[in-house]
């Protein structure tokens, strides 16, 4: 008799067990990340750009990828693209964007592919000066 209690025991425990489902697992840290320095310096033929990015590499000695930046305002755009180094490392980047820029606010828009990401998209806004 006593077994058959336990073997009801173990069963309604193995049900509950079934029921919870599968425990949840704390999503892992991004493969890549950018993020832009608050304040780009006006030129004369656009604007300089500065951003650090990391992105993570499954090849030992790192990989290649590569980063195209957009920046925005009223009436004007640039675009503008460098090759990063993909070696879990952050790396920090300036880059002119050509265009008819004038000392104010910007809308920027960064989009790193290599490593072990397709894509990671960042956007900001700009002080121009």
């Known amino acids: 008799m006593r077994s058959v209690a336990r073997l009801g ?4 425990a193995l049900v509950i067990v079934l029921a919870l489902g599968p425990a949840t697992v704390p999503a892992s840290t991004p493969s890549a990340s950018v993020q832009f320095v608050s304040q780009a310096q006006l030129q004369t033929t656009g604007a300089l750009v500065t951003l650090s990015y990391e992105c993570f590499s499954n090849v030992a000695g ?55 990401v397709s894509a990671v998209t960042t956007q900001a806004e700009l002080r121009l000066r």
């Open 62 to 116: 790192g990989s290649t990828g590569g980063i195209r930046v957009r920046l925005q305002q009223k009436g004007v755009f640039g675009t503008n693209s460098s090759t990063v180094t993909c070696d879990d490392q952050k790396h920090k980047l300036s880059f002119g964007v050509l265009g008819s820029f004038k000392a104010g606010t910007a809308l920027a828009e960064a989009v790193l592919n290599g490593g072990t």
């Open 9 to 12: 025991a173990v069963a309604s």
